[in-house]
């Protein structure tokens, strides 16, 4: 995609706006356009797709928004705008969506006022999964020109028949936060939607992506406008004279101490108070919500400390603390971020929710607990501080144990050295397939060979199988083998996953029922979730909790949300009725979501940061390793020792790894007989796992015997039975590249990894429904048996089912990195096995072994023999 430099297209970008957009920007921005603005209006004024990377704070919305505002203003002067969209915005956040919402009113009433006019002429409007039922109506009927949407409701929107016109008049697309959509099955489905949306249009509408962090573009672009279109990539630098990002690590253990969770997040909450009461508004992002809800609650409802002067805080915590997560109910959400806006908050705590793009004026400090994973969301996250003119954005990332000091420290450096990860999109997905082809089923019959072009248009499946297309269509007309018992037995159930979704006749294909596009509707979107239940607490709703929690509740628990300690008091269907009652906190509710790890760029330069560490001090002494780690990664001397104590503590018991080495280490089982396995590679954790599950199928086809897996970042552990071990010789074969892929499959067949991402493949491509009809109720947990039942029936009854491959695609592209391990493999590390007595502080930092996962390799018959050899040998006193 051709590459221009910005400061080429800045001479006459502001004389190419009309008068009153001219007069009004010169008014409001006498310093005249931003190289984004300068460098994005000519081309967006001459039709051209534009990918506009430029930092936080240059100006993006206007660069992206003002070209269009322009000319949609002189259609109105000529007599010519007519009601409808006319550019259609995408946000991957809902809470971006009406940020940008609030951002556009400001110039919109400049330009009415300057014009002399009672209204806006340009109206907007926001169509988000909160937007009321009496919004969308009002959305259908009068559709704005500018409308701001989120990939789910624009899939939805355009599988309506009522907005098959709409889309006529469409001549711009914005994707804001693009980079945020490239690598997800969200993004997969955006990119389709797209093309749905062009195809709708009577014109060939403008695509305009928005990004902060993207490296390259190139990946982003062509998923932006497809394969077979030029994009021009404007690339803006941050100002030379701007100021640079202000990051540090800080350790909540001191040298000499080991992990303490309690002792740790006593100093965690103090270290938060600090920053809270020396800042104007701290966001303090948690990697997970039930830590969002635990820290905001302590934050306001524990003993509240003195400031820096030993003075009482001068604000409310009760009131100036809040919480922010997807959790929350849509109206929470909105009154925290007006708050925000209004610097009405001391400190907001969030998971993921804030990330991007909301902008925070006031904020002056980001604090992220524990790893964010990767540079590029360390950067986003971090990025939310430092919004105002001369202001630098100010983070700090507190980590509760050594390995996450080691983890930090490379995180921040490569953030200050702006090293974010490179993107790569999904490849032809097929149950986001399966559920695009439901859509258009929905809004029109559609002609088969139309509908593949289509998707060979988009990015992410411009490389789509004919073959896996057809398979696609043939699951959702019923014409693949159906296994006896695939259906909920549960009453008011779940719909039979075989019953027909489409017809399908002489090239062309539609709905069956106007049941099945209710079903779509309320089940549209790729993003994973478990059933749910919301909260409704003195009459207020609050947020949704996880079914399968909300089931165990009995009248009188307490669990907290929204930061505030709430009881139990009874369940109503689909709705759980609490009242607020303050004091202590209750449980924290249990939200499954995707693992953080680090990424592979994170891994291998911690991997390598390790190795230097402990040739330096092996050579050169504890002292010397401690000053090289005060300088090459400014760490605070004592943060800096704490990382020092945990190399030269493996140095002692065993050994740090070199990254052209793969150390397995024997000690034995803490709770089990039997021996376990640690694996140290300097690989992050989708690489560990697939390198672990290849390994354990080749031990559990070796013993014949059950393993249990643990992965992470760096390393694995496999956890063998009493009468196995692993000898110098065994080695070799382990790390054999001779089917590692099938080895690797066979892994995951043997756990329950493939059944538990079946159920959400099975959700996406709509086999079964997350969400139960209107006025029906399924069971809560009751999609449970999608993995227990579902999934053996579909494999006995359909091995080629493009939802099994899809979850086998997912397992080992998204999920594991087969690739990965497999080229790490292919240099042939060293293979070094020490036996220990125990396990080794790095794998007791990295791996912990604790949670593993079991993978069954005995037969019924070899299992029921050696239970019944252990109890006779109890009831003898033998050893069997």
């Known amino acids: 995609m051709p590459t221009i430099d910005p400061t080429a297209e800045s001479g006459n970008a502001l004389g190419l706006l009309s008068s009153p957009v001219r007069r009004w920007f010169s008014s409001a921005f006498p310093s005249g356009p931003t190289p ?51 550019c259609v915005y995408i946000s991957p956040l809902r809470s971006l969506g009406y940020d940008i919402e609030r951002n556009l009113a400001i110039p919109l009433a400049g330009l009415q006022a300057a014009l002399g006019l009672a209204e806006s002429p340009v109206q907007v409007g926001v169509r988000t999964g909160d937007t009321s039922a009496y919004d969308r109506r009002k959305l259908r009927d009068h559709p704005p020109h500018i409308l701001i949407t989120t ?14 016109d709409r889309w006529r008049g469409v001549e711009h697309i914005i994707v804001d936060e693009v980079h945020a959509l490239v690598p997800t099955k969200r993004g997969s489905d955006l990119a389709v939607s797209l093309e749905r949306l062009v195809d709708a249009s009577a014109h060939a509408p403008q695509r305009i992506g928005l990004s902060a962090t993207c490296r390259p573009p190139d990946p982003v672009a062509r998923f932006l406008v497809g394969p077979s279109r030029s994009c021009r990539v404007v690339e803006v630098p941050r100002p030379a004279d701007s100021p640079k990002l202000e990051l540090e690590v800080d350790s909540l253990l001191r040298p000499g101490e080991g992990p303490h969770r309690g002792l740790t997040y006593r100093r965690l909450l103090k270290r938060l108070r600090r920053a809270i009461d020396a800042h104007r508004t701290t966001v303090v992002f948690a990697n997970t919500r039930p830590m969002t809800e635990r820290i905001t609650h302590d934050l306001r409802h524990q003993s509240p400390g003195r ?227 919301s909260v409704v607490a003195d009459g207020k709703a609050l947020g949704t909790i996880e079914g399968q929690y909300a089931e165990r509740l009995s009248a009188g628990d307490r669990f907290v949300l929204d930061g505030r300690t709430l009881e139990f008091r009874r369940l109503d269907g689909l709705m759980l009725h609490a009242r607020v009652v303050g004091g202590e906190a209750g449980a924290l509710p249990v939200w499954h979501s995707d693992r953080q790890a680090l990424s592979s760029e994170l891994a291998a330069e911690l991997a390598e940061f390790r190795a230097e560490a402990s040739r330096k001090s092996v050579g050169e002494g504890p002292e010397a390793v401690r000053d090289w780690l005060a300088e090459a ?38 709770h089990e007989p039997g021996l376990t396995y640690a694996f140290h590679a300097p690989l992050n954790r989708a690489a560990c796992e697939a390198l672990g599950r290849a390994f354990a199928a080749r031990l559990g086809r070796r013993f014949g015997r059950d393993l249990a897996l643990q992965a992470a970042d760096l390393g694995w552990s496999i956890r063998l039975p009493e009468d196995a071990r692993i000898g110098d010789e065994d080695l070799e074969a382990l790390t054999a590249m001779d089917g590692l892929a099938d080895d690797v499959l066979e892994g995951v067949d043997r756990g329950d990894l493939a059944a538990r991402r079946f159920r959400h493949v099975a959700a996406t491509a709509l086999m079964v429904l997350r969400n139960p009809e209107r006025g029906k109720r399924v069971r809560v947990g009751g999609l449970l048996w999608v993995s227990s039942r579902l999934y053996p029936l579909v494999k006995a009854a359909c091995p080629n089912h493009p939802l099994l491959r ?63 050899a252990r109890m006779t040998a109890s009831a003898t006193g033998d050893t069997p």
């Open 36 to 86: 984004a603005q300068a460098a994005a209006w000519p081309l967006i004024a001459e039709g051209e797709h534009v990918l506009l990377v430029s930092p936080t704070g240059t100006g993006k919305t206007l660069a992206g928004f003002l070209a269009i505002v322009d000319r949609l203003l002189r259609d109105h002067a000529a007599g010519e705008l007519k009601p409808g969209p006319r």
């Open 151 to 164: 990939p789910e409701s624009l899939s939805l929107l355009l599988s309506q028949a009522s907005w098959r």
């Open 307 to 533: 400031d820096q002067r030993g003075e009482e805080p001068c604000y409310d915590r009760e009131t100036a603390i809040a919480a922010h997560h997807s959790a929350l109910d849509a109206g929470r959400r909105r009154e925290v971020e007006a708050m925000l806006k209004a610097g009405q908050l001391r400190a907001v705590v969030t998971s993921t929710s804030l990330e991007l793009g909301v902008d925070i004026g006031t904020a002056d400090l980001a604090v992220q607990i524990g790893l964010p994973g990767g540079v590029a969301r360390c950067l986003q996250r971090i990025g939310r501080s430092g919004h105002r003119v001369g202001a630098a954005p100010r983070g700090v990332i507190v980590a509760a144990t050594a390995s996450e000091v080691a983890g930090a420290a490379v995180t921040a450096r490569a953030g200050r050295a702006g090293a974010i990860e490179p993107l790569a999109m999904i490849e032809s997905p097929l149950d986001v397939v399966c559920q695009q082809l439901l859509g258009m089923a929905c809004a029109e019959e559609t002609f088969v060979e139309s509908a593949f072009a289509l998707f060979r248009k988009a990015g992410p499946t411009a490389n789509l199988d004919r073959d896996d297309f057809q398979s696609c269509l043939d699951f959702l007309a019923g014409d693949l083998a159906s296994p006896a018992g695939a259906f909920e037995p549960e009453p008011g159930a779940n719909p039979r996953w075989t019953s027909p979704r489409i017809w399908k006749h002489d090239g062309w294909f539609g709905v069956r029922s106007r049941r099945v596009q209710r079903w779509l509707w309320t089940n549209i979107g790729t993003i994973t979730s478990e059933e749910s239940v």
């Open 633 to 670: 990664l400014e760490l605070k001397p004592g943060v800096a020792a704490v990382v020092a104590e945990l190399i030269e503590a493996q140095d002692r018991y065993s050994e740090t790894p070199d990254v052209n080495a793969l150390l397995v280490e024997e000690f034995p089982s803490e």
């Open 806 to 868: 899809e979850t086998r695609r997912e397992v080992l592209r998204d999920i594991l990195d087969v690739d990965a391990a497999a080229r790490w493999l292919a240099t042939k590390p060293t293979l070094r096995l020490r036996r220990l007595s125990a396990p080794s502080p790095f794998t007791l930092a990295w791996i912990a072994p604790g949670a593993d996962e079991p993978l069954h390799f005995d037969t019924p018959a070899d299992a029921l023999r050696r239970l019944h």
